[in-house]
């Protein structure tokens, strides 16, 4: 069952500064990637390795899929290409961890009794049955739910605002640490422009009726349900069927413009960039 298209939604978090998040969607497939925000200086030509890292994804994993590669071949392929960029175009090779563009990523491949997701990080994907069942796939709630107790922490611990704490250098090694393991044997596996990493993608397939809506997207959107609580999972995906992705994402920003500091919404930005593919199983 091939997908049919129904919106899609791209917020830049901030207007001044590039949208790190990336998106696709075809018949054959259908995509979100979320470049994680930089802790160093960037490596690539552009103003954010991030934003080259996720926009580099979605390009080619898309024109594998649409040459013929089945899902896991496509990331494979994908994840060489961007091995092989990063090596050719970069200033230099990262002296550390936590220098290498990192995204999380959400990958959803029609099949004939339903789709495979392939997913890394917080990418999330919510399926809506036509019986009105909902499910989420992948960890974002619970991530998102981990990084607001690391913002309520910073807001105890220093009485500072914590969308603060992402504005300078002090805070810099704190965020650090947490990417020291990423792409090893002691950490998760991210996209980035390491092939390895296809090796380690966690992956499902789900059968599924024509009907069947899936709604892909950064943790970001996600917020509205995860770190908000403005509307639970169900409400989201089925406000996305009836109302649409921008009445949404208005919504989102309505309710992070009225917490700019994120005290009320501990949270280490204001406002995330904000992405979401809606598809149905046709």
Known sequence: MPFEIVESLSLPGDPNKPNEDAFAAEPFGALVIDGATMVSENLMPGRSDAAWISSFGARRLMAHLREGD????????????????????????????????????????????????????????????????????GPALER???????????????????VEALKGDKYLPLFRTGR????????????????????????????????????????????????????????????????????????LRAVEDGDPEGRSYPRFKKSDDATAVLVKLA
């Open 70 to 137: 089945g899902s896991r071949a496509a990331l494979r392929h994908a994840l060489a290409d961007a091995e092989r960029s990063f090596a050719g175009l970069r200033r230099r090779a990262p002296e550390e961890p936590w220098e290498l563009p990192l995204a999380s990523m959400v990958l959803a491949v029609p099949a004939d009794d339903g789709f495979e997701l392939l997913w890394y990080g917080d990418c999330a994907a919510l399926m809506l049955l036509p019986d009105g069942t909902t499910s989420v796939v």
């Open 144 to 162: 998102k739910a981990d990084e607001t107790s690391a913002a309520q922490r910073f807001l105890d611990e220093t009485g500072l605002a914590p």
């Open 180 to 251: 020291e393991t990423v792409n090893s044997p002691t950490g998760e596996w991210l996209f980035s422009p390491v092939a390895a990493a296809s090796e380690h993608v966690l992956r499902a397939r789900y059968r599924a009726p024509a009907g069947t809506l899936v709604l892909l997207c950064s943790d970001g959107f996600l917020a509205l349900a995860s770190a908000y609580g403005a509307m639970g999972v169900s409400e989201v995906v089925a406000a996305a069927r009836d109302s649409g992705l921008n009445a949404l994402g208005e919504k």
